[in-house]
């Protein structure tokens, strides 16, 4: 029902930045809290950082916490993931999902699992 678009990714080298965007399909995105995840090659797929449907509160995972920001523009159907100072263990394959919000839960074990909707994926490569 929810169809997610990625861009953004690419090569980089440690300490630059990128910006991933996903563009969210539906009428309805502001109901949708959004997460991104990714996963580096033989390893299971982490949560990276989530953002609720007004945009009003996020999460993150403490490997990326001071360097990604999430942010959405619900009048665009998007959220972005903005990534600084990275590193060569952020390199991975980076999801975009979806799942409905619950408005009035301020839970990170909510919002780090249980998404339901999933973009294609784009490769971030952080180089030495």
């Known amino acids: 029902q929810v169809q997610l678009v990625e861009s953004g990714g690419g090569l980089v080298q440690a300490g630059g930045s990128l910006r991933l965007s996903c563009a969210a399909s539906?009428?309805?995105?502001?109901?949708?809290?959004m997460g991104w995840f990714r996963q580096a090659s033989g390893k299971e797929r982490e949560f990276v950082a989530a953002?609720?449907?007004?945009?009003?509160?996020?999460y993150y995972a403490d490997s990326v916490k001071g360097r990604f920001t999430i942010s959405r523009d619900n009048a665009k159907n998007t959220v972005y993931l903005q990534m600084n100072s990275l590193k060569p263990e952020d390199t991975a394959v980076y999801y975009c999902?979806?799942?409905?919000?619950?408005?009035?839960?301020?839970?990170?074990?909510?919002?780090?699992?249980?998404?339901?909707?999933w973009g294609q994926g784009t490769q971030v490569t952080v180089s030495s």
């Open positions: 999902a979806a799942k409905p919000d619950r408005t009035n839960l301020y839970d990170r074990g909510y919002y780090d699992r249980g998404y339901i909707y």
């Open positions: 539906g009428r309805t995105f502001s109901s949708y809290a």
């Open positions: 953002i609720k449907g007004s945009g009003a509160i996020t």
